[in-house]
């Protein structure tokens, strides 16, 4: 126990760092399982598109294929299936995983520094920033882009989040010194 004792964040400022470090190790796990598979990553966003039917057709001053919103969610089945003639899309792609996990392996390491650094102010803003980045993303994934449903997948991100958020916002004049 004194050989991990060594490598954890000090114990005289609570819990708040523990907290971090541990979801830091668990996203890296999850950053790297982002990188092997699509599996997790599609319980989480349920993918699948088909064209938007409401944008313009092409012309000299606008591209259907380069808007963000060129697809809408599928309506009905969770499987790639044609509807209306057309096959509807999955967008957790291999890129979009990759990205993903990139992310989330930056958040974990900007929280992994933080969690031995929360007396820093700066070190403390940038973390607190990754959890609201976190909730901002996962928000409006599921409330403005449709790509998911409020159910297991999404409570666990979105829980851990807020309560860093706030923990975090809560408790800042514990941990940061002046």
């Known amino acids: 126990m004194d050989l991990i004792k060594d490598y954890l964040p000090p114990a005289d400022k609570g819990y708040l760092p523990y907290y971090m470090l541990t979801l830091s190790l668990i996203a890296v796990g999850n950053s790297f399982q982002n990188y092997k598979t699509l599996h997790y990553t599609r319980r989480l966003y349920n993918g699948l598109f088909v064209p938007n039917k409401s944008l313009p057709a092409a012309s000299a001053t606008f591209a259907?294929?380069?808007?963000?919103?060129?697809?809408?969610?599928?309506?009905?089945?969770?499987?790639?299936?044609?509807?209306d003639g057309q096959q509807s899309e999955d967008q957790v792609t291999p890129l979009a995983a990759r990205l993903f996990g990139t992310y989330t392996l930056i958040s974990a390491?900007?929280?992994?520094?933080?969690?031995?650094?929360?007396?820093?102010?700066?070190?403390y803003n940038i973390a607190l920033w990754t959890y609201i980045v976190a909730a901002l993303h996962f928000g409006s994934e599921w409330a403005?882009?449709?790509?998911?449903?409020f159910g297991k997948p999404l409570f666990f991100p979105a829980f851990f989040a807020s309560i860093g958020i706030t923990w975090m916002v809560t408790q800042r004049g514990f941990y940061v010194e002046v």
């Open 144 to 149: 403005v882009f449709k790509t998911t449903h």
């Open 109 to 123: 390491i900007v929280r992994i520094y933080a969690s031995y650094n929360l007396h820093l102010a700066p070190i």
């Open 64 to 83: 259907p294929a380069d808007q963000t919103n060129k697809l809408s969610p599928a309506p009905g089945s969770p499987t790639p299936s044609a509807k």
